[in-house]
Every structure is written in C-alpha cells, then in structure tokens.
C-alpha cells in the first residue's frame, strides 16, 4: 500500500464543521517530516521523495521506537527550540557542509502514528497510543494534543494562548473521530494568522430560504478605514434569534472573528465570536 502523508486544509470561522470537539495542537516552526518504519525507510519530507541526510542517529531511535511499540510510521516536525524556521530549514536540507554535533540537536517532535496491528485508528485511539508509548521529553517527543470546543471563539482562545508563547506559528485542528488519510480534508486543518475586533451590528438580511438571517452586517474602522462587512456562517439558532429580535442587537457591539485580511482590506471568513 502506497502511503501518502496527511495535508491539512485551511480554517474558515465563517463555516459549520459538523462535530463538537477538536484535538488542537501547536504548530510548530518546524520542518515537517515523516518516519515510515519500512519502505522508503528514513526521515523524509511530506512527499516522502527527499530524504534528510546527517539525521541516523534520529533514524535509529525512531525505528527502535516503531519496532519497540509496534508503529507503522511517526509524523511530525523536526525542531530545535530558539531556532527560527529559516535557520531550522537550511540545517535539515544541509547535505554536504553541515556540522554532524547540529544534526544531532535537532528534535523529532510528533503529532501523529499508525499501528501495524490496526492501521485504521481513529484520532482518539492515535492520541491513545502516542501517550502511551512515546514521551512528552527528548529527543522523540510526543506533541500533545488538547480537546476544544468546535467554536469560533474556542479556536481563537486557543491559538491566541498557544501564539502567545512565542514559540510557534499557529494550531493544527484534527478531528477526532477521523482516520488518518493522505485525502486532503475539513478531518484535519491549520490555523493561521486568525484574529478578531470589535464592531457595531448595523443591519440584517433575511434569508429566502429559512426566513431568519441569511447574514449580519457589521460596520468598523479598519486601518482607519470605515468599512461594512457581511458575517456569514450563524447557526440556526442565532439566524432565528437575531431576525426575531433584530432591534434588541442593532446598534450592539460585537466581537467579530476573521483570518486576517483580502487584497481589498475587507474581513476574511468573519464569523460571529460574541456580543460585548
């Protein structure tokens, strides 16, 4: 069977992910790298086609780790902490001018493996094993991953707090009831550069099809330019609650998240967070 390395798609506030919960973990300013404990055999790249040389050490370590607890493959990111991701790359793609005492510094930290008895692991039962059989120090460290509530709001908390640390450049999302698949999918996403303000509701508009909101219309300064934005992406509770009661909201603040900004200065994916 021919592997192919997970690819995450992007995260959009504005759209309905049909779950409740997500594994969220950090994303690192690492190389991304895969570990298959057979065929091609080595670190390599997402495409598994570049294989990063001086790291054999690292190699030994991961297949004595997959053979030790039975695992298929590791995935992840190869990282040295303080390094920025520009540093880290021309180190790991280095193939004839680097120090060996360097390659030997970097870390394989990962986010997620397959087992040879059951190939077919949800994210749960993956999470499961990685806990159980990898540590959360050294060299091979396990990258945890932490439950969060499906939310716009819960999402920016967390990437906020993550981001805040200063050692990372965003969260990966990962559904947990998902296989793991080399099929791009909304099963695992990235999130980067979200962001939120504080706007004033202006107007609704309804919807031909259900009668309640079809979308909100926010107005604020954005670099000191007034703008009007659609806010799409409302539950079917909140489209009827804001239509019943659209007097009680117009003219009310409310916390507005998108992922970051268009060409034209306008919100990208603005979705409702909360009113203020």
Same mark, same amino acid.
């Given at each position: 069977?021919?592997?192919?390395?997970?690819?995450?798609?992007?995260?959009?506030?504005?759209?309905?992910?049909?779950?409740?919960?997500?594994?969220?973990?950090?994303?690192?300013?690492?190389?991304?790298?895969?570990?298959?404990?057979?065929?091609?055999?080595? +670190? #390599? !790249?997402?495409?598994?086609?570049?294989?990063? =040389?001086?790291? %054999?050490? @690292?190699?030994?370590?991961?297949? *004595?780790?997959?053979?030790?607890?039975?695992?298929?493959?590791?995935?992840?990111?190869?990282?040295?902490?303080?390094?920025?991701?520009?540093?880290?790359?021309?180190?790991?793609?280095?193939?004839?001018?680097?120090?060996?005492?360097?390659?030997?510094?970097?870390?394989?930290?990962?986010?997620?493996?397959?087992?040879?008895?059951?190939?077919?692991?949800?994210?749960?039962?993956?999470?499961?094993?990685?806990?159980?059989?990898?540590?959360?120090?050294?060299?091979?460290?396990?990258?945890?991953?932490?439950?969060?509530?499906?939310?716009?709001?819960?999402?920016?908390?967390?990437?906020?707090?993550?981001?805040?640390?200063?050692?990372?450049?965003?969260?990966? +999302? #990962? !559904?947990?009831?998902?296989?793991?698949?080399? =099929?791009?999918? %909304?099963? @695992?996403?990235?999130?980067?550069? *979200?962001?939120?303000?504080?706007?004033?509701?202006?107007?609704?508009?309804?919807?031909?099809?259900?009668?309640?909101?079809?979308?909100?219309?926010?107005?604020?300064?954005?670099?000191?330019?007034?703008?009007?934005?659609?806010?799409?992406?409302?539950?079917?509770?909140?489209?009827?609650?804001?239509?019943?009661?659209?007097?009680?909201?117009?003219?009310?603040?409310?916390?507005?998240?998108?992922?970051?900004?268009?060409?034209?200065?306008?919100?990208?994916?603005?979705?409702?967070?909360?009113?203020?």
């Amino acid at each position: 069977m021919t592997f192919l390395a997970e690819v995450p798609n992007t995260y959009n506030p504005a759209k309905e992910y049909e779950l409740g919960f997500w594994y969220s973990t950090q994303k690192l300013n690492g190389v991304r790298c895969i570990y298959i404990n057979g065929r091609p055999r080595g +670190l #390599r !790249n997402q495409t598994l086609k570049t294989r990063y =040389v001086g790291l %054999d050490r @690292l190699e030994l370590e991961c297949r *004595i780790l997959c053979e030790t607890h039975n695992l298929s493959f590791l995935d992840g990111e190869l990282y040295i902490p303080g390094k920025t991701l520009d540093q880290l790359a021309l180190l790991v793609l280095d193939r004839d001018n680097y120090e060996l005492a360097e390659k030997n510094s970097i870390e394989f930290r990962v986010s997620a493996v397959s087992s040879v008895t059951n190939p077919n692991l949800t994210a749960r039962e993956m999470v499961a094993l990685m806990q159980q059989n990898i540590s959360n120090s050294g060299r091979i460290s396990y990258l945890p991953q932490k439950l969060i509530c499906n939310t716009p709001l819960s999402v920016l908390d967390e990437a906020n707090t993550v981001m805040n640390a200063g050692i990372n450049e965003g969260i990966i +999302l #990962r !559904n947990p009831d998902s296989i793991y698949s080399g =099929v791009r999918s %909304d099963n @695992l996403l990235k999130v980067k550069g *979200i962001t939120s303000g504080i706007f004033t509701v202006v107007g609704f508009t309804q919807s031909a099809t259900t009668g309640f909101t079809s979308y909100m219309s926010v107005e604020g300064t954005i670099n000191g330019i007034n703008k009007t934005s659609r806010v799409y992406g409302l539950n079917e509770e909140e489209e009827q609650e804001l239509w019943m009661n659209q007097t009680s909201y117009l003219g009310k603040q409310v916390l507005i998240i998108y992922m970051g900004l268009t060409s034209t200065g306008n919100l990208r994916n603005p979705a409702l967070g909360r009113f203020v």
